[in-house]
């Protein structure tokens, strides 16, 4: 049976289609969403209704006839102005609430995406950027929930009240050039300005991510850094980056700044050509003072919704970015797909054969493998580093689609196997046992959540780690600090063992258990390994000659092929 790996696709959206991606994500907050509309368009129209009646109740004092009274007029205006206020606060409580709970729906479906995706996806991204995806581009979609879609409803609604409302109170021609104000500020000005923005915020989304990581790993790596006293070279770096990422910064506020300045402009322009048209119109009779006073404070005060949209690209480029990376990485197709439908099984042996692997279709790192191994055996496979030992391993456990040829466990393909039963049957221990800032009994638990003390313990002492434990203060209790640096690379390696015993699978695939350790440490893991052969079946990968002391049967991996040694 033959496969190809699946090729990655290269995503890139539109700014339109991102806009809509998101919005659907609403989902069954789109209601909440429709009140927040609907309040921020009434609550603008309440706020220009405090200038408006002012504006009539002058007309009226110009001899206007208007049907209220003088103390209806201020009431009016009052009662706009407290309406406005109440009606702000569900505007702003409803887009909040929307962009808060999407933020955590958001990051949900991201780690959700990423257990699907990983551990492949781990290896050819670097962590710095999905952790940068996680924060920064996670709270960059907030503003396009909370400050980008209602005010964008709200424009439309307001600019179709107003020139409906100036058109039959005032004057159709004063409509028109308001109209075709909203229409310049809020759709010619932003297309124009977003075409300039667009690419300084791609870039600087796309700067900021890299030195995240970049950062990231200078963090992780600083007793690395001091111990080979790389700290200048280091620092060099980290500021070549930070200048980068600052010049980035200052084209797009740059950008931005143009943006606003032109939107300012423009709205000036219109308001001018407005009190223009209003004059010709009194001049000729046209119209009357009272009513075009009413028409002009109604229109200069009417700006406010389309002026917020034309200024939308300097944050919607950012959002862009932000957005196309998200729902990148949410309709990334797995590099296998769970298998829920298949066949489960016990552990008795593995027969590979002809396996051949290729990360991009086109390399082989693995060709014609042919191995075997039964239960209660410990098989060695060693080779030089980078020859294929530790690929090999993941293709045992499915984290690869593998070109060719055939793994089978207990005569069953492991395309067929479910993914849960081959997971309770296989247990892989990787190079570097990574711990996290919580108890070493909680490390453990992470193999088995409901498991005793005394499994704890029984599983420690298989791996020859239980009598150091018991020596820390705390023993079991005790936390294990940022990134384990209060444990040995030996000490980890062996709770990372003890973790694959706690699990209780019948198969163990070690990559390079003894790599990190000195020969007294390799002694006590390779004797705690030999001591539980007639209990588990271990395949143990190794570039040293000395850990496969242990091995029933080696195979030797030279330039992607495996051959048994005799």
Known sequence: MSKQKKGKNDIRRSGARIMASLVVLLGSLSYIMILAVLNGSLGFVTAMGVTVFGAVGVAK?????????????????????????????????????????????FRDKIFGALRVLCPAK???????????????????LEVFY??????????????????????????????????????????VVPLISSGRLKESGVKYRAEFASFSAYFLDSIKGIKDIVLNNAGKEREEEVNRRSDILLGETKKMK?????????????VSVFILAALAVGIVLVKNDRLTVGRMIIGMVTVFSSFGPVIAVGGLPGNLTQTFASGDRVLNLLAEKPAVEEVKNGKDFDYENLKVEDLSFSYDGQTEVLKDVKMHAEKGEIIGIVGESGCGKSTFLKLLMRFWERSGGEIDYDSIDIDRINTDS????????????????????????????????????????KAAVHDFIMTLPDGYKTQVTVL?????????????????????????????????????????????????KNRKSIILVSHRESTMAIADRIYKVENGKMTEAV
């Open 61 to 105: 004092a110009l001899g206007e006839p208007v049907a209220l009274s003088y103390g209806l007029i201020v009431g009016l205006g009052v009662g706009c102005g407290v309406i406005r206020g109440f009606l702000r606060y569900i505007e702003q409580y409803s887009n909040h609430y929307i962009a808060f709970r999407l933020l955590a729906a």
């Open 122 to 140: 781990l290896e050819s991204k670097q962590k710095g950027s999905i952790i940068a995806m996680i924060t920064s581009d996670i709270e960059t």
């Open 146 to 187: 909370a400050h980008t879609i209602s005010p964008i409803c709200t424009a439309v609604l307001v600019s179709t009240a107003v020139f409906l409302f100036v058109g039959l109170v005032s004057s159709w021609y004063l409509a028109l050039v308001a109209l075709a104000g909203f229409l310049f500020i809020g759709i």
């Open 254 to 266: 740059h950008n931005i700044t143009r943006a606003g300045s032109a939107i300012e402009l423009t």
């Open 422 to 461: 081959l997971l309770k049957n296989v247990t892989m221990v990787s190079q570097t046992t990574y711990l996290f800032e919580e108890s070493i009994e909680d490390n453990l638990r992470i193999a088995k959540p409901d498991a005793t003390q005394a499994e704890i313990e029984d599983a420690c002492k």
């Open 484 to 532: 384990g640096d209060n444990l040995s690379a030996g000490e980890k390696q062996r709770i990372g063992l003890a973790r694959a015993f706690l699990r209780g699978s019948e198969l163990i695939l070690l990559d390079e258990p003894t790599s990190n350790v000195d020969s007294i440490n390799e002694g006590i893991i390779l004797k705690a390994l030999k001591d539980q």
